[in-house]
């Protein structure tokens, strides 16, 4: 075995989104692309000449096609780079949660998570790549910009010419002075899980005919649902369905919305429902849950979770703090007011929720975009929402929809939803937020179909640990009854532009409650187009994805 310096050119373009490197398997293909990615994340953590002694390394992904071929170009990466200990899932395989976990109970000095996430898979699918620090989580902006920086000069990288490592079977493999484990992905989360719920609870809820649907999309989610939910919990075998991890995810978009998961959704619906429905996506950090016969909102299941989780044996001490992305309703909002929590605003994206989560200044985090994740880890966690409700599920005695009907008596409706505007040429989309922020100063004050627009800015954060500025984070446009307009592009698609437009109105009166969401929302849907001109610029009449 020999490291090899390998000459590159830079590729452009290799700039990290909201969750990392996405782009399509083909770019992924061309020689040297992941291999200059790696070598710029590593000379960034390191230092360019310097080695990774004494560190170890958490490797993993989500299964999809193009997983096992990167997992083994990043082992012979990361010997050549001089990591004392690579731990990799079975199979190449860690959800990214799990290999959150991962990274937090072995002291690893941090992972690579290799997923596009909710994007298709495939060979005509996407693929992608992000680093999570020690703590678990996403690496902050300040690192992502680094290493894209550092790709636009490299001229090397450097690579061990060690043979495959077998990755189906558990073991240690020595590459060069690198140890490489091959660990159960399993296993760690599953113990982190047990730390955090009432298992004997669940299981008896399961034993007194509790019927669950979980949809794993044939994602990475179907081994940790199986074997916790099935295995130890007790489901009868079936409860997991689309069950089967698959490359390419059976052709379909491992997105759990009641779009991309309309099957499950008409299950729920149905004579004979269960009596909950849930899904998780690609990487398994999303979760969808469903009532019998009742949708539960992402937003909704967030301040839910937040008016409940101290009655979960791993939160029994209360909850530090809450926090939400920008986007989300202000549900959370309401429910940690009247608790005296503090809630904080931030930007869409994981990242920005690790410094809060570290600091202990909150235990629950949450996005509308069905991501709900607490201290336990740091990342969102598709499975562990799913399990918090069961639990809360046994020891409140309500079902799913009693206990989102109770927010909303206490609470009043956040009536919400989410417009997406798929594949726009990137120009066009450019072209609708620069013309609505230019719009900005003068948008307050101002009646726009019909409706008094109290405040509008582009939102900015600071981060309140570490002081770091992020600007440009979404337009909103603000009613003098609270309800708002939030518009941004999506930061994770890898083609063309996704402009997404959040709706969301907040409703007081109990009886005006079961009003259908759209018909609710669409004096604000008239606001949005006299203030965006979406048809204008997109070209297109209806979104292409309401959730
Ligand atoms: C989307 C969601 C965001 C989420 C991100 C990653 O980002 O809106 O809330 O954090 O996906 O989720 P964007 O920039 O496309 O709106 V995942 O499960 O794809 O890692
Ligand atoms: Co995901």
Same mark, same amino acid.
């Given at each position: 075995m020999t490291c090899l310096a390998q000459p590159t050119r830079p590729y452009a373009g290799q700039q990290p989104g909201t969750s990392g490197l996405r782009k399509k398997v083909g770019v992924f293909q061309q020689p040297g692309y992941l291999e200059n990615f790696v070598q710029a994340l590593f000379d960034e953590l390191h230092g360019p000449g310097q080695t990774a002694q004494g560190q170890t390394l958490v490797l993993g992904g989500d299964g999809r096609y193009h997983n096992r071929v990167a997992v083994q170009t990043i082992l012979r990466m990361a010997a050549a780079r001089g990591y004392a200990r690579v731990l990799v899932g079975q199979g190449g395989i860690l959800s990214t949660p799990a290999a959150s976990a991962v990274i937090r109970r072995h002291g690893a000095s941090g992972g690579i998570i290799l997923s596009a996430s909710h994007n298709p898979g495939g060979p005509d699918g996407d693929f992608g790549i992000k680093y999570n620090a020690a703590n678990g989580g996403p690496a902050p902006e300040k690192l992502t910009s680094a290493v894209y920086q550092r790709t636009q000069t490299l001229t090397a990288y450097t690579i061990s010419d060690a043979p495959e490592v077998p990755l189906d079977r558990l073991g240690i493999h020595t590459l060069e002075d690198t140890k490489v484990e091959v660990i159960d992905p399993v296993a760690d989360y599953a113990e982190v899980m047990r730390g955090l719920f009432d298992f004997e609870a669940i299981r008896g809820l399961f034993a007194r005919g509790f019927r669950l649907r979980y949809d794993a999309m044939y994602a990475v989610g179907a081994p940790y649902a199986r074997a916790l939910l099935e295995g130890e919990l007790g489901a009868p075998v079936g409860t997991v369905v689309n069950g089967e991890p698959l490359e390419d995810f059976g052709g379909l978009h491992p997105d759990p919305n009641p779009v991309n998961a309309a099957d499950l959704v008409a299950h729920l619906m #149905? /004579? /004979? #429902?269960? /009596?909950m429905g849930a899904a998780s996506d690609g990487d398994a950090d999303r979760n969808m849950v469903l009532g019998r016969g009742f949708v539960v909102s992402p937003s909704d299941s967030l301040a839910v979770l937040a008016a409940h989780l101290h009655r979960l044996p791993g939160y029994r001490q209360g909850l530090a703090g809450v926090a939400r992305s920008m986007p989300t309703s202000t549900a959370v909002d309401r429910v940690a007011k009247a608790m005296g929590m503090p809630c904080f605003e931030t930007p869409t994206?994981?990242?920005?929720f690790g410094n809060l989560l570290d600091a202990g200044r909150v235990t629950l985090c949450g996005e509308e975009s069905y991501g709900t994740g607490s201290d336990h880890v740091r990342e969102k966690d598709g499975l562990w929402a799913v399990l918090c409700w069961l639990n809360l599920v046994a020891v409140t005695g309500q079902s799913v929809e009693a206990l989102v009907r109770e927010l909303w008596r206490e609470h009043g409706r956040c009536v919400y939803s989410r417009h997406d505007y798929e594949g726009i040429p990137t120009s066009q989309a450019d072209q609708l937020m620069a013309h609505l922020r230019q719009s900005l100063p003068t948008l307050a004050g101002q009646t726009v179909a019909g409706q008094r627009i109290a405040w509008a800015d582009d939102f900015a954060y600071t981060d309140p640990v570490d002081g770091s500025r992020s600007e440009r984070q979404g337009v909103r446009v603000v009613l003098e009854d609270s309800s708002r307009v939030v518009f941004r592009l999506s930061g994770t698609g890898t083609e063309g532009a996704t402009l997404r437009v959040y709706l969301e109105r907040h409703e007081p009166d109990a009886s005006r409650h079961d009003l259908p969401v759209q018909q609710a929302l669409a004096p604000l849907v008239q606001l949005a187009e006299a203030v965006a001109s979406i048809r204008q610029h997109t070209g297109m009449d209806q979104p292409s994805v309401m959730t």
């Open positions: #149905a /004579d /004979d #429902a269960p /009596d994206g994981w990242k920005f």
